[in-house]
């Protein structure tokens, strides 16, 4: 079956440390995306991509990188710039055409604690 | 950016009717989603509405006015497991695709 898989589910890091979260999908989708969400805030915007060997920042990409070497992969770095990561991570990924476009697939999240 | 705009919190009765309005910013609309999140779990698809009405679908319903900048969720028959965040979202045309903008969530608490 096709989805979006967000490994690992719980992650724990140190102050300091980067740490990077997996996202894989086989949906075929040409975009793909990452948001942060913290009690009360919503989903905010850390970086998507459209295109592999392209991404754009969203509202809140500092202290963030990403690459996409491949369709299908699409892995969030959170440095040590960061300054508050301790939060919940969704990926999501979409089709990019006009035509037949239904929103966005959502991984399962990840919840990052910083200790 | 986009400002979405929904109540952060309401109350319910199971058994209950309620609703949970939305309003968009309508340059560059394309389409309405509501989504459903439990706490801890990620974001699951409610509704899809492009145009003006009402969508019918079992226990919940959702309606869309395209020239007002607005929606809403009207969930029947409310059931504790209803207990969740409702997200609003719009999506805008841009760079050849459409993206989606997403309101802060509602948190619905139906109670006995």
């Known amino acids: 079956d096709g989805g979006i898989t967000q490994s690992p589910k719980y992650l724990f890091r140190k102050e300091g440390q980067n740490v990077t979260l997996s996202c894989e999908q086989n949906?075929?989708?040409?975009?793909m995306y990452w948001y942060r969400q913290d009690p009360g805030q919503g989903l905010r915007l850390i970086y998507y991509?459209?295109?592999?060997?392209?991404?754009q920042k969203g509202d809140i990409a500092e202290g963030y990188s990403v690459s996409r070497e491949k369709k299908e992969s699409f892995p969030l770095t959170v440095t040590s710039a960061q300054k508050n990561p301790t939060a919940f991570y969704l990926c999501?990924?979409?089709?990019?055409?006009?035509?037949?476009?239904?929103?966005?697939?959502f991984g399962s999240g990840t919840r990052l604690t910083v200790v | 950016g986009q400002n979405i705009d929904q109540p952060t919190e309401m109350t319910a009765t199971e058994g209950a009717i309620v609703q949970i309005n939305c309003t968009y910013q309508?340059?560059?609309?394309?389409?309405l989603f509501w989504y459903q999140q439990h706490a801890g779990e990620a974001p699951t698809f409610l509704s899809y509405?492009?145009?003006?009405g009402l969508e019918e679908k079992g226990r919940f319903s959702s309606f869309l006015s395209r020239s007002k900048g607005y929606s809403y969720l009207l969930l029947k028959e409310l059931q504790m497991k209803d207990s969740a965040s409702y997200l609003c979202?719009?999506?805008?045309?841009?760079?050849?695709?459409?993206?989606?903008?997403f309101g802060k969530g509602t948190k619905l608490s139906v109670i006995p």
């Open positions: 999501a990924s979409s089709t990019t055409g006009q035509g037949d476009w239904w929103g966005y697939t």
């Open positions: 309508t340059s560059g609309f394309n389409g």
């Open positions: 509405n492009v145009l003006d």
């Open positions: 979202a719009a999506a805008y045309s841009g760079a050849g695709s459409y993206q989606l903008t």
């Open positions: 991509s459209q295109i592999v060997n392209d991404f």
């Open positions: 949906l075929n989708h040409d975009a």
